[in-house]
């Protein structure tokens, strides 16, 4: 959904989605801490992560629009990094403690707070942007790539659970192909989603291939 989001924040305002990602995911945080059923939690999780997808790309591109100056905007994209890179080491020890400590739903309680300071301060301090807007807005790649990438983690998924049966090939195989499709899709447009041309580029392939490898 990071390409979904990013691309719908050019046209319609990275704010704007930026702020709309935070209240989905406030209001998702409050689902999961008091879901009473497994099926209500797994909803909220997934709802977390579509806020989560509607934050991440928003704040990189608002950050690009804040700092113009090349070494400002290294310093502040490099702050953005530790601070992610410190709150993926403490989220785990964090919910533990309060697993421990404190009842279940509290893992999620700890959001919401976030979100309240977050709402008002974005609104106020952080400046509206678009994209250029070039060509129509290609919703039919982002989607393709969105169910390219649910298909091949579900079967990866299953794969790691040690299933290894229709229900995980046909995924993986469905998932490769929609991904091949995209690729192709973005390739013959005269403004894709994706420009696959970027990949040329050592730095920016090396850096996507480190970032996969950490989320693999």
């Not at 719908?8 to 008091?34: E, I, K, N, P, Q």
């Not at 797994?42 to 950050?63: E, K, Q």
Request: glycine share 12%.
């Amino acid at each position: 959904l990071l390409i979904l989001f990013g691309t719908l924040g050019d046209r319609v305002g990275r704010r704007r989605v930026l702020l709309l990602g935070y209240t989905l995911f406030g209001v998702a945080s409050a689902m999961a801490a008091f879901a009473d059923n497994a099926h209500l939690l797994i909803v909220a999780r997934a709802l977390l992560g579509v806020g989560g997808a509607m934050i991440m790309p928003a704040t990189l591109s608002i950050l690009r629009q804040v700092f113009p100056d090349r070494r400002e905007r290294a310093l502040a994209i490099g702050v953005w990094s530790a601070v992610a890179a410190v709150g993926a080491a403490v989220g785990p020890l964090l919910g533990g403690f309060l697993l421990e400590h404190f009842w279940w739903g509290s893992v999620f309680l700890v959001n919401i707070p976030l979100m309240l300071v977050s709402l008002p301060v974005g609104r106020i301090l952080l400046p509206e942007s678009k994209g250029d807007g070039d060509g129509p807005w290609d919703v039919v790649g982002a989607l393709t790539a969105a169910a390219g990438l649910f298909a091949v983690v579900l079967g990866v998924k299953r794969l790691g659970a040690g299933e290894l049966g229709a229900a995980t090939l046909v995924p993986l195989a469905a998932g490769a192909a929609l991904l091949v499709l995209f690729v192709r899709r973005q390739r013959r447009r005269e403004h894709p989603l994706l420009d696959l041309r970027m990949f040329s580029r050592p730095a920016f392939s090396t850096s996507v291939g480190c970032i996969v490898l950490a989320m693999l």
